[in-house]
């Protein structure tokens, strides 16, 4: 059975804002998401951040179970 190591989550959290700054900084204000986010996921795999693309989630509101993708 694998072990799973702990994950330092402020740690984990402090790169990847940093990295979001840096493709901010890079790019500029005032572009859309999906000119930002090719850049961001080069930054995560040149620092070995681990991640998943446009996942599905589902949201709970006003007692409704909505699909957001």
Request: some cysteine; proline content about 6%; hydrophobic content about 40%.
């Given at each position: 059975m694998e072990t799973l190591?702990?994950?330092d989550?402020?740690?984990?959290?402090?790169?990847?804002?940093g990295l979001a700054m840096r493709v901010h900084a890079r790019l500029g204000p005032g572009?859309?998401?999906n000119a930002y986010e090719p850049c961001l996921c080069h930054e995560f795999n040149?620092?070995?951040?681990?991640y998943?693309?446009?996942v599905d989630l589902?949201?709970?509101?006003?007692?409704?179970?909505?699909?957001?993708g």
């Open positions: 190591e702990p994950i989550v402020n740690g984990l959290t402090h790169r990847i804002i572009l859309l998401e040149q620092h070995a951040v681990p998943a693309r446009q589902t949201i709970a509101y006003d007692d409704l179970k909505l699909d957001c």
